[in-house]
């Protein structure tokens, strides 16, 4: 009875597997077909059809690298490279063909390339040239990206040195500027200091009553003047100051000396003259 009951489950599994089989075949015949359908109306220029046919495939089966790859590859010749990149990441995933690894890194380098992202680019040829080393074109386009990839970085470190610079240079003038305002300040508390100062000096020639020393002294030697000036005897009205005097007597000095030189010259001539005054 064992043995009966064990040989029915084995047909069972047997049987079970034969339909599993068959129908993943089935699933496997369709999907093809669809990427067949797809491959003629891309070539048909026929984009929106064929991404439909490619999409009906990989929905039958799932793990069709041909749908997947194919559709990346159609999503690459219109352009759209964020969808070609993911559908030749998820072939390069599903397939465990080296063959078709290749192909699936070698369209990623591609993409990468197109988006201007070199470094990346220059693993996905790498990981390539290790599924298919004698592939000369994966080789050649390695070699270009390498070359934009060490462009890009001389960019990136003349992008950071230009902006060290400007930062360097925005840190120095703010420094000038604050060094600037410091010394403004110092002037500043220099001229007020000079003019407190200057005003204590002023308060020091200053006596109590807030009038200047010197105008004092100055009045004071003006006042002095005065009195002296006015102690000096002044010639009354009527009267003949000692200097006219003074000049007075000289001048009738002189005019007796005149008289007498002319009467002794009338008597050595024997003529009698007569004096006359001539002031």
């Known amino acids: 009875m064992k043995h009966i009951i064990l040989i029915?489950?084995?047909?069972?599994?047997?049987?079970?597997?034969?339909?599993?089989?068959?129908?993943?075949?089935?699933a496997l015949?369709?999907?093809?077909?669809?990427?067949?359908?797809?491959n003629s109306l891309i070539n048909e220029?026929?984009?929106?059809?064929?991404?439909?046919?490619?999409?009906?495939?990989?929905?039958?089966?799932?793990?069709?690298?041909?749908?997947?790859?194919?559709?990346?590859?159609?999503?690459y010749k219109k352009g759209n490279?964020?969808?070609?990149?993911?559908?030749?990441?998820?072939?390069?995933?599903?397939?465990?063909?080296?063959?078709?690894?290749?192909?699936?890194?070698?369209?990623?380098?591609?993409?990468l390339m197109?988006?201007?992202?070199?470094?990346e680019a220059v693993e996905a040829f790498k990981n390539a040239l290790r599924n298919n080393?004698?592939?000369?074109?994966?080789?050649?386009n390695?070699?270009?990206?390498?070359?934009?990839?060490?462009?890009?970085?001389?960019?990136?470190?003349?992008?950071?040195?230009d902006k060290n610079k400007d930062d360097n240079k925005e840190d120095q003038d703010k420094k000038e500027n604050e060094d600037k305002k410091d010394k403004e300040g110092d002037d500043k508390e220099d001229k007020k200091d000079k003019g407190d100062e200057d005003k204590k000096e002023g308060d020091d020639e200053k006596d109590d009553e807030g009038k200047p020393k010197d105008e004092k002294e100055d009045k004071g030697k003006g006042e002095d003047d005065k009195k002296k000036e006015q102690q000096k005897p002044k010639p009354?009205?009527?009267?003949?100051?000692?200097?006219?005097?003074?000049?007075?007597?000289?001048?009738?000095?002189?005019?007796?000396?005149?008289?007498?030189?002319?009467?002794?010259?009338?008597?050595e001539k024997g003529v009698k003259i007569k004096t006359e005054k001539d002031w």
């Not at 489950?9 to 075949?25: N, V, W, Y």
């Not at 998820?90 to 993409?111: C, D, L, R, V």
């Not at 080393?133 to 050649?140: I, K, M, V």
């Not at 009267?239 to 007796?256: C, D, H």
Request: glycine share 6%; net charge neutral.
């Open 142 to 161: 390695l070699g270009l990206a390498k070359i934009c990839a060490e462009e890009q970085k001389d960019q990136q470190d003349e992008n950071k040195d």
């Open 133 to 140: 080393p004698t592939d000369d074109e994966t080789r050649y």
């Open 236 to 267: 009354q009205p009527g009267q003949m100051s000692p200097q006219q005097i003074k000049n007075l007597l000289e001048a009738m000095n002189n005019q007796e000396q005149k008289v007498q030189e002319k009467m002794n010259a009338v008597k």
């Open 114 to 119: 197109q988006n201007k992202k070199c470094k």
């Open 29 to 38: 015949k369709k999907a093809n077909g669809y990427v067949y359908e797809g």
């Open 45 to 75: 220029d026929d984009f929106i059809s064929g991404e439909m046919a490619y999409r009906q495939a990989i929905s039958k089966q799932p793990n069709t690298v041909a749908g997947i790859y194919n559709l990346g590859n159609a999503y």
């Open 8 to 26: 029915l489950l084995t047909c069972m599994i047997s049987i079970s597997f034969a339909q599993e089989d068959k129908e993943q075949r089935l």
């Open 81 to 111: 490279y964020e969808e070609a990149l993911y559908r030749h990441e998820q072939a390069a995933k599903a397939t465990t063909s080296k063959s078709e690894k290749h192909k699936a890194y070698h369209n990623i380098g591609n993409i």
